[in-house]
């Protein structure tokens, strides 16, 4: 936006150059009340939200509001018009973002039908995960293997502590016809067994400074084929061991 008001400005007269800088202000008070009109509320100051997964829709929609402020000037050359153009598109987000999610947790969980209560049956599964404190990339895998029926003693004890919800899914799952093996592998594709977790990352990192640059190529070549299972690699298939403790991290990382 910056670099358009000064293309602007150097053909303009300084009278010219004066009426830009009031539309500037003015752009920006009108950007302030398109905010509030469709942005969620918060709880705390933007600088101070925590990067929490549950946080994420809230954030990523005041986001797109900063992001519409800075755009308003190229979206129409009337402040209102922009404001009301730009609002109306960041209205739909919520509505957007549920249905990209819902289709996103289908395709996790193996299901194919859509439902209308699918928003609540899929919060269900993330409270139960949350509360048994099951690990997010693992769960899937593990529901998976136990629809396969070759699920280890840890993944039956992971699917086993998600209650009634997995009575459902096994009914959701299988109402077409499908066999469990084939819901399976379909949950395989999407699912990843191996991805890049924190304190696999910090160890290759701490190795890297120490002058072992080969536990990054292996870490990056574990990473490149992350669904299909290989032997030796249940090291980077695994949560950090809870004696690790929380691991906390930045935006700028």
Request: charge should be neutral; charged fraction near 25%; hydrophobic fraction near 40%.
């Amino acid at each position: 936006t910056s670099a358009a008001f000064c293309w602007v400005a150097a053909s303009r007269s300084p009278r010219a150059l004066f009426t830009s800088a009031m539309l500037r202000a003015r752009w920006r008070i009108d950007a302030t009340r398109a905010v509030r009109s469709c942005t969620p509320p918060m709880k705390m100051e933007p600088t101070r939200i925590q990067a929490s997964a549950g946080n994420q829709p809230n954030i990523a929609q005041w986001n797109l509001a900063r992001l519409a402020e800075t755009l308003l000037p190229l979206v129409h050359t009337d402040p209102d018009t922009a404001v009301t153009m730009v609002t109306g598109v960041l209205h739909t987000f919520p509505e957007r973002l549920t249905r990209h999610w819902t289709d996103g947790m289908r395709a996790k969980t193996g299901i194919v039908d859509e439902r209308s209560d699918d928003t609540s049956f899929f919060g269900e599964l993330l409270a139960a995960m949350a509360e048994q404190r099951a690990d997010h990339t693992g769960t899937y895998r593990a529901l998976a293997a136990v629809s396969r029926g070759d699920a280890t003693e840890q993944q039956s004890t992971v699917v086993d502590s998600l209650g009634p919800w997995v009575a459902r899914w096994r009914d959701r799952v299988t109402a077409d016809g499908r066999t469990p093996g084939a819901v399976a592998d379909l949950m395989d594709r999407v699912n990843p067994l191996y991805i890049p977790r924190n304190h696999m990352v910090e160890a290759a990192l701490t190795a890297a400074t120490n002058g072992d640059i080969e536990s990054v190529h292996r870490l990056v070549d574990v990473i490149r084929r992350p669904y299909v299972a290989r032997p030796g690699l249940d090291l980077y298939a695994e949560p950090a061991h809870e004696l690790a403790g929380p691991y906390r991290t930045f935006c700028g990382t």
